[in-house]
Every structure is written in C-alpha cells, then in structure tokens.
C-alpha cells in the first residue's frame, strides 16, 4: 500500500495546507483510502471551495420553489399538484478528453439527479461549445459530443427538445457539454437526500463498481496541460440501457413507501454519496465494502470509494423493507445489495474484509471543507466604439445578411438535432430551433417550456452585464412561446479561479445573475459552477448557462416563430437604437471585437416582457421571436425561412443608420405578427402600458425587401443557412 | 377491441404506443416481456425503443425472449401484429418478416418527419386509408432495410412492400430515402399481411400539435378493420 505524504497529497490534486489541515483534523496522517475520501470530497468540483461564498448570494426563493440549490436538483411548483424538478449540470472536462462518453455520461447523470428525486424525465436539453470552426479538433469533438448526447438521451427514451451550440476560438482546448434535464413529479411524492434514523439499511443499486472515472471529479477540478490524453482512464463508459432500468426500477420502488432517502452516485461515486446522505441527516455512516457488487477482481478500498461507475444509486431504506425492494430490483435485473447501516457516530466508518478501513468524522468532509475568498478584480466597462459613416460605405445589407446567417454561431443547427430523438414520449410541441421547447404535461392542457442561454461575448466585455444579460434572454424565449417564465438553474463555465480576472469574471457574472433574476422573479434553484476550464494557460470566456423553464396553463395558446400569413403586420417591440459593439456584425463584418455589450434595462424588461404576455392571453398575437444575436434582420430571416414568408420591411424612423438598426443587439426586444383587424387594439394596449413599438413591416410574398436596399428571396438565404453545418461537418 | 403491447426491458414506445391505441377505442394492455403468454387479443404491438439496450444486434435479443414464442404462435395463426422501429427489427430477428435493418446510410441517428407512400391497401393496416402519402415520423439509427435479391423478389412478387419513403408527392426515388433502404423500404408485411413491420412511428403523429396528425388515420383505420 503507498505510504501516505504530502507528496501523495498533492498528487491527489490537495494543496500543502490543505493536507495539513486534514492530518490536524484527523490528529493522526491519513490512509491511503482516507486520502482519497479527503481529496475526492475537498477538491473543487465538489466542495466549491472557490464559489461557495458568491453562491450563497444567488436569488433563489419564491413562491414557486419547492425546492432551491442544495439538492440533486431544484424543484418548482407548477399547480394543481405538478411539480418540475431540473437542474444543469456541465461534463466539460471529460468531454474533451472522451467527447462521446464524456457526453453520454453528462447527461446520464443530469437525468440521474432527477429522477432521484422521484420525477420521470419528461426532456433534455444541453449548451455546447466547441473551439473555432478552424481548429483541427473541432469537427470531431462536435460529432462525438453530438453522438454521445444522442446516444444516451435516445436509448432512455427521453425528448431532447432544446439547446444552444456555439464556436469560439476560447474553447480550443476546453470544450463545454452542458447537460440539462426537466423531470415531472407529485408536489407530494418529492423524494430528497437527507438521511434520518439510525440502523436503517443503506441500500446499494444499479450497475456494478469497476475501475472507471477513479478521481474524475479531481480531473475536473484541475487544468489541463498537453498530457490530457493520459488521463482517459478517469472518463467513466456510460450504458444508457442500464439507467433505462434504473429509472424504471426506481420509480417503482418509489411508488410505495419504503425510501427514507435516495441519492445517486455522481462525481466522487460512493464517497459523496454516503457522506451527502449522512451529513444531511446529521448521522454516521458505517459501509461493509466487501458487500459493494464489483465488476472487477481485488478492486481495493480505495478503488471502489472512489469508482465514477455510472447508473448507481445509494438508498436508505425502512428496516424490513429490504426484500420487498429487492424484488423490484430483480424484476429489471439490477445489482440490489446491503452494503450497511446508518449510525448515529457521525463518522463514516468502512469495513473490508472484516477489518475497519477508514474512519473519518462527516463534518470533516463537508462542513469543514476548505472554503476560500479568492481576490478578484472588477471589470471596466470597455470603452464604446464610434464606428462612422466611412465604416459602413462599401458594405451592401444582403452581403451582410448572407454573411450573418451563416455565422457557425447563426446558422442552423438541424444537423444536431435530428441526432436527438425529439419526439419520444408524444408531448413535445415545440421542437428543437425555436425559441424554446414546448412539451405537454402528460395528461393535462399544462405545457412547460425550456431553454438554455449563454452570451460568453458578452460576459467577456463586461460580466455584469453579461451576467444580467443571459437571465433576460431565457426569460424571453419563455416569454416569446407564451410561457410564464418561472425559474432557472445555472451552470457556471469559468476559468482558474486562483486568477483574479477570472475569478472575478465569475463573481461579477453571478452578481449579474442575481440582478436579473431578483428583479425578473426568476430564481435559481440548481446549478453547478465548473472551473479550471483552462488549457496550457489559456482560459476559457467566461460561460455561464442558463437553463429556464416557463409554464403554460393552456397549451393550445402556446406561441410560435414561424410567420403565419400574408398581410399581417409586424410590430417591434422595445427601443432600437442600434448598438453594434459585441455584435454578431461588429465581429463577422467589421472585424472589431472591442466595445461595451448592450446595456440590460430590467424595467423596460420586465414590462415588455409583461405586455407580450398580456396581448397572447388576448389572442393578438399570430407569432412572436425574441430579437438576439444578429439583430433585427436576422431575426426576421429566421421567422420568414420558418415560415417560408416573405417581409417588406418599412422606413426606418429616425437617426439610426440602417446597418445600426438592422443589425445591433439592443435588448429586450420581440418581433410580433399581428392581424391587420387586430392592430388598432395592439397599439391601444401598447401605447396604454407606455411600451415602445415601432411598425417594422409587413408580412408579404416570399422576398424580404426594404426599399431599393434590399430586395431578397427566402429561398436563396435558407440555402445558406440550412446547409452550413451540414457541409462543415462533410469536409 | 383489444390490443397488447409488449415491454422489454429498454422499450421505450410502449407508452406512446398505449395512448394511441387507447385514443382510437382499443382496450389496451401491458405485457412484460418474461409472462409466459398473452392474454386474448385482436392485435399485438412491438412498441419501439432499445429493447435490451440494442446490444449484440437490434432486436436480437428480445427475438429470443420468453414471451416471443406466444407472439410468434399468434401471429402464425393468422393474428395481426404491429411492429414499429425497435419492433420491427424484433420482427425480422424472430423471422416473422424478411430481410434485415442495418445502421442507416449516412451512419447517424436521425429524427424527423417523412414522407411515405403506401404500396399495398389490401390489409388490415392500410384498407380504407383514402390518402396515397402519409407524413409519419421517423428516430431510428438502424432503419435501412436490406434482403437478398431473392428475397427482394419474393417480396414484391407477394406485395409485401407496405410502405416506402417519398416526397410529398410520392416520388420514391433515392433522392427520397433517409437511411438508405432498399428500394426506399419503410415497412413490409409477411405473406399473408397480418404482420405488419415498419420504421416510423405512427403514435407520434395522432394530434395537430404533435408532428402531425397522419397517425391518426392510420389507428382509426385499423380498428376500423379489426
């Protein structure tokens, strides 16, 4: 057995004062297997040794939380006694390294979390970036991580409804996979990981242990350099087909009333399984390894605490409901086993072989985890560009179009997800490429809506900002299906936090975060921050993901992006005033990547917001999109190729310049369609509730035009930006 | 009118497949791959999914299951069974249909709406269907059928080609075909035609808020005909 030291310690990604620290606890050096209980439970992605402290700021109460940030996943109230529980959850690390396992066991393990919590996945959805469309790696990781998604996500039977993928040279060497999962549930039948009562059975389900993913939550707590290859080992292999039982095994034990507590065995395997469920309940653990089903032979201590080995749960059952549970376990043919017992020491306490192997006080490894307050510095806010006239002069609207539209951030995205397997389960009414995924409560008129958001240019000018920003944006896919926004979960792609900037881009996003979120009644109920996205000294734009879910009460009133029908006219919501810095079109045309992002004005967003809901519950609205990247023209390219219409746009008014008003990215703003015979009212209601609207154009023919600008068929822009991905992915 | 859909371990059709039969007035059942027999029925379903998680082939593995003798006692004796996707490929490992699926053409999973034509309206399945082409549904990774030439010509020589991949205006040709099945291939029966084995799922197409609604016509016309 290799003697315990510093040296160990550190290769076990410890620092030296946090190894001291362990020894002064224990009074005693650790062994080996309790060295690697400390490191699997201290290291970042576990402790959020860095992120806790800012965590903590995070709003995340309302009436509609059941259940906030601090369990397997957040859970919110969506009435008559329906319950959503979700969370997003990033497999960033192990995704580079092993894209289409990395990606199938990121959302094996999403799905996990929730359905631990007693809810049937009822959708996935996932955020991914990849490198620049340049980089030698970048096809291959993108059709892996596709490949993996799908896979995984197909196989259980689970609609992948919605997602986001981007491209940008920062994630080179880092890639992003996250994995988001929404889960239908009885308010009343809410299954949590607090343990309660000593001598009750721990339960042991699922796959067998093997030597796969040891130390992969210390992999993703770590930088990588150019011996990453070498670290394939720590990439756990998924099997869908077993998780499929799993869910199907657990639910049923679920029904009846024999779990005190269920956990799954996620990041860190047994040991933060056992120690989450103990220190919850504020009881010890007592564990025979001996008893663990293994799939490999004289697998030791060590090994199997700290085993990724996926699709297992941890259970703490009632005494003497052992065999009742195990029956519904071998109908599905899983692994059922009691490995031991709740106590009321307070320590956890492992057995092997019938000799005592690690014994170490819980509170050690949970509350008394290291906990830091890094320096970080604040951003400035960049100075604006003045692009002048002569910026402009040789540029034409239907070249910048054509440019946009098949930007590999813009251009469809149907490649992928015809991947995913989008209409299992017979719910989904609104598919993937819309402004958001709609699926059906099963059963009821109800619908929720999903989306998930991320605006790392924008964080990157300016956190704050972009930290607000991207909690406005999900909140206007919702708005713009119909929805009523109702909370959101993140999942925080940064950097090294031992870096100030870095760290300070993640306190700063977060401030943003709260911001929007307090004064939108958004909360955050789940999430988890991934840092150490960083390669050879090169970090990451700072990420953060937000996956929102809204309700409709009435499905049949949800709203879509297509336009519907010749002569009806579009109106904009929200000012314009053409800010072009951080834009698609500052980037992609003007080659300039300097400037302030726009400017996020919560009250303005919240009553736009408000009134678009407003005109849906009076049926006036025929379609409505949100107006993002890429701006007014590009989201109108979008809603004419959906709906194969054409616009003619009307003149602008006032002293913005065309480029500016077609293509800046001022925010909280949506394009509605609306019935001539309904336009007075429109106006009546909008002007009441002091919204500012502009006429935009009229729906009309299968061109896009303005004036003698601009004269475009649909069909020559939808060739562009159907094909791009595809023949990308070809070449 | 009765019908069972089976569950193997990694269905996961079954449900959808439930509610559509339910919503065309079939008094459905669950049947769990290791019962011994099926309880009485005018139709038997293989819902679609990854019975016994697609490993060693699609489909072999449930073709070997306990409860696959009864459903190959019944559909010899003349009963009508339904096999969608996973259920089809069940249907060509127990021998039941013809030929084999293959991973499809282009090797990737593909989830989209199709168009279908239909080849052969003298069954059960398709005989009062007033519609040529339906939009149905199709996610599959191993849908692109394929048989021997001899088997090809018996196959046609007996019309069993039920349905083959098209355009909306019922041009089968290879510009049509998502997964690289023989002759556009989506679904065959058996000789007799009370078996019927094909790649998309009408389930998911039974309400205009779903993908579309050319499922429905195919359920109303089957129990219609049962």
Known sequence: MNEVNEQLAIDHGLKKD?????????????????????????????????????????????????????????????????????????????????????????????????????????????????????????????????????????????????????????????????????????????????????????????????????????????????????????????????????????????????????????????????????????????????????????????????????????????????????????????????????????????????????????????????????????????????????????????????????????????????????????????????????????????AVAAAVDSSATYCHAHPLTGGKQVVCESWRNMISVGAKPIAI????????????????????????????????????????????????????????????????????????????????????????????DQSIFAKNILSNHNGPPPEINLFNEKQNGMSILNLKNKNLIETCHDVSLGGILTAISKMSMKGNKGVKIFPIEGLVNKFEYFFGEDQGRYIIEIKPENLENVEKILKKDSIHFDKLGIVESDKITYGNDLKISIGDIKDGYKKWLNEYMVN | MKSSVIIFPGSNCDRDMDVALKKFGFENQMVWHNDAEIPKSDLIVLPGGFSYGDYLRCGSIAGKSRIIKSVVDFAKSGGLVLGICNGFQILTETGLLPGILQQNKYLNFICKNVFVKIKNKENKYFKNIKKEILELHIAHNEGNYFCSKDELNSIEDNEQIAVTYCDDKGNDDEYNNPNGAIKNIAGIFNKDKNILGMMPHPERMIDPFLSGEDGSLFFENLIGNV
């Open chain 1, 489 to 580: 979960t993140n999942c925080l792609n940064f950097g090294n936090p031992e870096k100030e900037k870095n760290m300070g881009e993640f306190v700063e996003c977060v401030e943003g975060i709260t911001e929007a979120s307090k004064y939108l009644n958004y909360p955050v109920v789940s999430g988890n921050v991934s840092f150490y996205n960083e390669t050879k000294d090169k970090g990451i734009k700072p990420t953060p993901s937000i996956g929102g879910i809204g309700l409709l009460s009435d499905y049949k009133q949800m709203v879509t992006m297509e336009l519907k029908n010749e002569g009806n006219y579009l109106l904009i919501i929200g000012k314009t005033e053409g800010h072009l």
């Open chain 1, 18 to 446: 946090e190894y001291k620290k362990i020894c002064d606890l224990l009074k005693r050096t650790p062994n080996i297997t309790e060295l690697g209980i400390f490191s699997a439970m201290w290291n970042e992605h576990c402790s959020y040794k860095s992120s806790r402290r800012h965590l903590k700021k995070l709003h995340t109460k309302g009436d509609q939380v059941i259940q906030g940030p601090g369990e397997n996943a957040g859970v919110v109230d969506i009435e008559d006694g329906d319950a959503i529980v979700f969370k997003i959850e990033s497999h960033n690390h192990p995704s580079f390294i092993e894209p289409y396992q990395g990606a199938a066991t990121g959302v094996g393990g999403i799905m996990r979390d929730v359905f631990t919590m007693g809810a049937r996945p009822i959708a996935n959805l996932n955020s991914i970036h990849f490198g620049s469309i340049d980089h030698e790696k970048t096809r291959n990781l993108l059709r892996g991580v596709v490949k993996g998604i799908g896979g995984y996500g197909n196989c259980i039977g689970v609609p992948t409804i919605a997602g986001q993928t981007c491209f940008d040279e920062s994630y080179n060497g880092n890639i992003l996979v996250n994995a988001m999962t929404l889960g239908l549930v009885n308010k009343n039948k809410i299954f949590y990981s607090k343990a309660a009562g000593v001598d009750k059975p721990v339960i042991y389900v699922g796959s067998k242990t093997g030597r796969d993913g040891i130390h992969g939550a210390s992999m993703a707590s770590a930088i990588f350099d150019d011996k990453i290859e070498e670290k394939k080992p720590t990439v756990q292999v998924g099997d869908p087909f077993t998780e499929k039982l799993l869910l199907e095994a657990c639910l049923e034990l679920m029904a009846g009333k024999s779990i005190i507590s269920i956990q799954d065995m996620g990041a860190a395997g047994l040991t933060s399984s056992s120690i989450e469920m103990a220190s919850k309940g504020n009881l010890g653990i007592e564990i025979d390894l001996t008893k663990v089903p293994c799939r490999e032979e004289n697998m030791t201590p060590y090994e199997i605490m700290l085993s990724e080995s996926q699709e297992r749960m941890l259970i703490v059952l009632e005494a003497g409901k052992e065999n009742e549970a195990k029956k519904i376990f071998d109908k599905w043919n899983l692994d059922f086993a009691v490995i031991g017992k709740t106590t009321s020491s307070k320590n956890i306490e492992l057995f092997f072989e019938n000799e005592k192997v690690a014994e170490i006080p819980i509170d050690f490894l949970a509350e008394n985890a290291p906990m830091y307050d890094r320096k970080w510095t604040k951003a400035k806010l960049p100075k604006e560009n003045n692009f002048s006239k002569d910026d402009f002069k040789s540029l034409k609207l239907s070249d910048c179009l054509n440019k946009i539209l098949t930007d590999p951030n813009i251009a469809d995205k149907e490649w992928i997800w015809n991947q995913y397997d989008h209409t299992v389960m017979g719910d989904t009414i609104q598919k993937p490429g819309g402004n958001a995924g709609v699926v059906r409560v099963h059963g009821t008129d109800k």
